[in-house]
């Protein structure tokens, strides 16, 4: 996948853990995980804008695009 998504490097940065995250957000746990762990297939926008109020950061900061080898 080309989008790379950085979340456990903000929730390090802020020192929160992911069930106090997942709450603050409204998701479950589970579904952040997969999010966490770059298996998720989408994000809706509205978790997208929760996610950087609750850690005071930009979309960019979570979300990283890198071109995939096979593009090429």
Same mark, same amino acid.
């Given at each position: 996948?080309?989008? +790379?998504?950085?979340?456990?490097?903000?929730? *390090?940065? %802020?020192?929160?853990?992911?069930?106090? !995250?997942? @709450?603050?957000?409204?998701?479950?746990?589970?579904?952040?995980? +997969?999010?966490?762990?770059?298996?998720?297939? *989408?994000? %809706?926008?509205?978790?997208?804008?929760? !996610?950087? @109020?609750?850690?005071?950061?930009?979309?960019?900061?979570?979300?990283?695009?890198?071109?995939?080898?096979?593009?090429?």
């Amino acid at each position: 996948m080309a989008i +790379i998504v950085n979340l456990d490097v903000m929730m *390090a940065k %802020r020192k929160i853990p992911a069930g106090e !995250l997942a @709450e603050a957000i409204g998701i479950t746990p589970a579904n952040l995980s +997969i999010l966490k762990n770059n298996k998720a297939k *989408a994000i %809706r926008f509205s978790t997208l804008c929760r !996610l950087c @109020e609750v850690l005071s950061c930009q979309p960019g900061d979570i979300l990283e695009y890198r071109k995939d080898e096979s593009d090429e």
